[in-house]
């Protein structure tokens, strides 16, 4: 049997990842794993549980013990934290305001990166990817890796279109930049392109055209295996 195919795509916040990570994912007949999701999963877990998230000696402390399951269906990928879902509580204001620090904790690192190895594992025809560090240290192997790109002003635009207006896409703007500084400046696995990711800027294509461009990537790197 052919190696499983594994699509790593990163970027930062806002330049369509999941929506395009899933799409490709279904197109391709692959799983999908959102790794975001699986940060704030913890981070949610640590504010519902009192830890202080800018303790990052009780943050890593506290590491091990959510147990987090993420699913791999790019129609409906869902999470779990202790068996209870959370798939709509990770989405709020305050995890997006933690999620930063708590995913900047090695312990917190290497407890997702083991989780996400053994997700590609379970997966036989292979999975799509998505995060900040996928590329350069969690699949360095990957078959196809994409690095995903925006201006600000568009991730902001789509961002605020999303939350219906409920907040100004300056505002939406200035809290896209301040988490890519926070996610691009820790030590361990930054934000990064890898030096042999393709990059795909967003800001003026439509989501099926970037879906299109690296569903074409990955059959031509297939055709050539
Ligand atoms: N090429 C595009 N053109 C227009 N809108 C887009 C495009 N790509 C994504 N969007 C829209 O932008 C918003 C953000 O996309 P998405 O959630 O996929 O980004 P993301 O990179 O995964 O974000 P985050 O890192 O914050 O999770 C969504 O509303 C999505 O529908
Ligand atoms: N590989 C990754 C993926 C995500 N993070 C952190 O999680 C935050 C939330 O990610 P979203 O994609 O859901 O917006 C992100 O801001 C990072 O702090 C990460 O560190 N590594």
């Known amino acids: 049997m052919e190696n499983p195919v594994i699509v790593a795509i990163d970027g930062p916040s806002g330049t369509g990842k999941s ?22 999963a913890i981070t949610w877990w640590m504010l519902s549980n009192g830890i202080d998230v800018n303790d990052p000696v009780a943050v890593a402390d506290a590491a091990g013990k959510p147990v987090i399951v993420a699913g791999h ?22 995890v997006t305001a933690a999620v ?3 995913s900047a904790v090695p312990e917190v690192r290497a407890r997702m990166v083991e989780l996400q190895r053994a ?10 990817v998505e995060g900040r560090d996928i590329g350069t240290t969690v ?23 999303e939350l219906n207006g ?4 300056a505002d939406t703007r200035a809290a896209l930049i301040k ?14 392109k890898a030096a042999d990711a ?28």
Do not use: H
């Not at 997700?119 to 799509?128: L, Q």
């Not at 988490?179 to 990064?192: I, N």
């Not at 879906?211 to 055709?223: D, F, H, M, S």
């Open 19 to 40: 929506s395009t990570s899933r799409a490709v994912a279904a197109k391709l007949g692959l799983n999908y794993l959102d790794t975001g999701a699986q940060y704030r």
């Open 73 to 94: 269906d790019p129609a409906a990928p869902g999470i779990t934290v202790d068996g209870t879902d959370a798939s709509g509580p990770i989405r709020t204001q305050e």
């Open 100 to 102: 930063s620090a708590v």
């Open 119 to 128: 997700a590609a594992d379970t997966s036989p025809a292979g999975i799509v």
């Open 139 to 161: 699949f360095p192997n990957a078959t196809v890796k994409i690095f995903l790109t925006a201006s600000a002003e568009a991730r902001a635009a789509r961002r605020s279109g």
């Open 166 to 169: 409920a907040q100004s896409v």
């Open 179 to 192: 988490r890519d500084a926070a996610d691009s400046g820790r030590k361990t696995s930054p934000l990064a």
């Open 198 to 225: 393709v990059e795909v800027d967003t800001t003026d294509l439509t989501l099926d055209q970037v879906i299109e461009c690296i569903v074409t990537l990955v059959e031509e790197k297939r055709a050539t295996r």
